[in-house]
């Protein structure tokens, strides 16, 4: 194959691009993230019990603005308004870090589209309080070191593998959850993934997650050919298998729609906005990460104060914004980041192309229900590797720097304490319900904060060795 040389202005982020090299470069970053932007919802639409039945337009019409929401805030990321925005080589999508957050806010209110009501109103709320701290973060920047960005990503990633694991599984609900053809499926697409990730090169190796959703669609489709497409559970009652893909909601969805503004009435109810205002300070710090591995790796220079304000400013209101089309928080992606940083291409005319991209992709409704009928076993084959590769993200920022006594003790501390608290929440049976509601089930806000907390309260290592 003859090597296509990229232009040198590929690797600026203000040159001008000729169009047939940005929109395929854009195009990498939408494969990157595109899977990752939707699973959040399709896992938070599903524990609300609002991915089927009568609410099956519903989550249809939120994936579609799920779509169009990051392609905005990505455009407002890259070229800012006024003080919103950083000027910087970032994609923006539904965060998965809130995932956690969401499912114990599910759990006390009992799901329904109540309880996703409520999810949005303290999305808002959130994330205006989230722009307001960007404003500020300049004297708050030194609270917010490698170590304590590092275990924040890393407690977010470890709180995400049981949730990759149940849809590995075919999701929670399903009457069929773990049986041999689920977890086949889902062993299938991450096979597919690693075999694309590790021998390929170039947009097939960085698209490698999209070609392994496309191969779980044509393995699902194949089996629903050869193999019984319903069970019968021990009370005799018949149901669909879990892998089954539903063509009817794909027929039935409209060609073009404009995505709807607040499809579900949004509730305010402290039980969502304690902890979901308190996952916004911990996303705050993961963006301040991004970013700085952004620059660092695509621009080998540390982000200005400016830069981190805007990017956070943008993370803050973009949330507050996709809330309002009933789209859980954007913030920074993390995939793309090491997509910059592997590729230097970090040129602002490609990323908008994507940005573009994802927006036409938000005006079709068949794209989003094609997308809401992706059985949970092929998203959990994906979504096991995208989670764990958080994990390990978090170790790289981590160890950026060498390991000292004082960093080692952060880290242990806020995983051992924090994050162990948060995950077994029995253990706060008998503590005040405000607690309760802060740590929730996830361990992300309580490793957060005690990594803060030990980075200010412990001395410098100088002075400790």
Known sequence: MKEVKLEESAYQFDAKMSLKQAIPLGLQHVCAMFVGNLTPLLIITS?????GGEFADLQVTLLQSAMFVAGVVTLVQLFTIGPVGGSVPIIMGTSSGFIGVFNSVVGSM????????????????GGIFEGVLGFFLEPLRKFFPPVVTGTVVLSIGLSLISVGINSFGGGNGAKDFGSMENLLLALFVLVVILIFKHWTTGFLSSSAILIGILAGYIAAFVMGLVLPTTGVTADGV????????NWNKVAQASWFAIPKLMPVKIVFDMRAIMPVMIMFVVTAVETVGDISGVMEGGMNREPTDKELSGGVICDGLGSSFAALFGVLPNTSFSQNVG??????????MALASGAIFLILCGLIPKLGALISIMPQAVLGGAAVM???SIVVSGIQLITKEKMTPRQLTIVSVALGVGY??????????????????ICGESGIVPAAFVAILLNVLLPKDDKAE
């Not at 524990?47 to 991915?51: D, K, M, N, R, V």
């Not at 018949?238 to 893909?245: G, I, P, R, Y």
């Not at 077994?424 to 405000?434: D, F, K, V, Y």
């Open 386 to 388: 995208m989670f764990s």
């Open 420 to 437: 162990g608290m948060g995950a077994n929440s029995g253990i706060l049976a008998q503590a005040p319900h405000a607690f309760q509601l």
């Open 110 to 125: 009992g799901g329904g589209v109540l309880a996703y009501g409520a999810i949005m109103g303290a999305s808002i709320i």
């Open 238 to 245: 018949e149901f669909a298998k879990a892998w089954v893909l």
């Open 339 to 348: 997509l910059v940083a592997m590729t230097k291409v970090v040129n602002r």
């Open 47 to 51: 524990a609300c019990g609002i991915a």
